[in-house]
């Protein structure tokens, strides 16, 4: 159980159109989803909290009117990338804790989505 | 906030060996300690946890010690294969209010056959 989707896996764009990247938790509800963005060799960097039904929460120095973020049922949160620049081009990764969860239980990711901005 | 460093950040063992990561924590209210494994183009994937009232966690081949005083977890793979390559994060949550957990900066394991 505990399975996580992520659509698509690799998506090339034109520089200046947005992207829309979705994330499902198949098999468990999850109130709360998390964004990260990963770069080549190094960590997992946190960009937003995705709460079902409210604002997301932003990490500081994410822009939050270029990447929109929208919970809008407990199965599905997208990650939308507006008007992107080659500088946006990175493996992006969400990942879901079940509903009801405590905070010492884990995060179930997808599988990443590679975007190049071209 | 939370400081979590891993070591190393690569490791190389021939196939058979084992292989030991090393993670060391800041706040001494955590008490969540996760290990996830990442394969080259996908997402992490957890292969074991442990909370704070347990010392040592194994699963198999795979085995997660813990010393709270020392503020340090460790992976321990023993009998490792090739199919264990790929990177390996630590992490630290459950503090106080936080749900966020805290990740390490990956340690690259490579077995060679």
């Known amino acids: 159980g505990a399975v996580v989707s992520q659509h698509p896996s690799r998506v090339i764009c034109k520089s200046g159109t947005s992207v829309k990247i979705e994330c499902r938790s198949l098999d468990f509800q999850a109130t709360t989803m998390f964004w990260y963005r990963q770069f080549p060799k190094q960590s997992l960097m946190l960009m937003a909290t995705?709460?079902?039904?409210?604002?997301?929460?932003?990490e500081q120095g994410v822009e939050k009117d270029k990447f929109l973020i929208n919970h809008a049922s407990l199965t599905l949160s997208t990650l939308t990338v507006t008007s992107a620049h080659p500088e946006d081009s990175s493996f992006y990764i969400c990942?879901?804790?079940?509903?009801?969860?405590?905070?010492?239980?884990?995060?179930?990711f997808g599988n990443g989505t590679r975007l190049t901005v071209t | 906030g939370e400081n979590v460093e891993q070591h190393p950040s690569t490791l190389s063992v021939q196939e058979g060996d084992s292989a030991v990561i090393k993670c060391t924590y800041s706040?001494?209210?955590?008490?969540?300690f996760p290990w996830y494994k990442q394969e080259l183009g996908k997402g992490p994937q957890l292969i074991i946890d442990i909370r704070s009232n347990v010392g040592e966690k194994k699963d198999q081949r795979i085995a997660v010690t813990l010393n709270k005083t020392a503020k340090h977890f460790s992976l321990h793979i023993t009998e490792t294969q090739p199919e264990d390559s790929a990177v390996y994060f630590c992490?630290?949550?459950?503090?106080?209010?936080?749900?966020?957990?805290?990740f390490g900066r990956g340690t690259s394991l490579i077995v060679h056959p």
């Open positions: 992490a630290v949550g459950g503090t106080g209010g936080s749900y966020i957990p805290t």
């Open positions: 995705s709460n079902e039904g409210s604002k997301a929460t932003y």
């Open positions: 706040d001494s209210a955590s008490n969540y």
């Open positions: 990942s879901a804790r079940r509903q009801g969860n405590s905070p010492d239980s884990p995060l179930h």
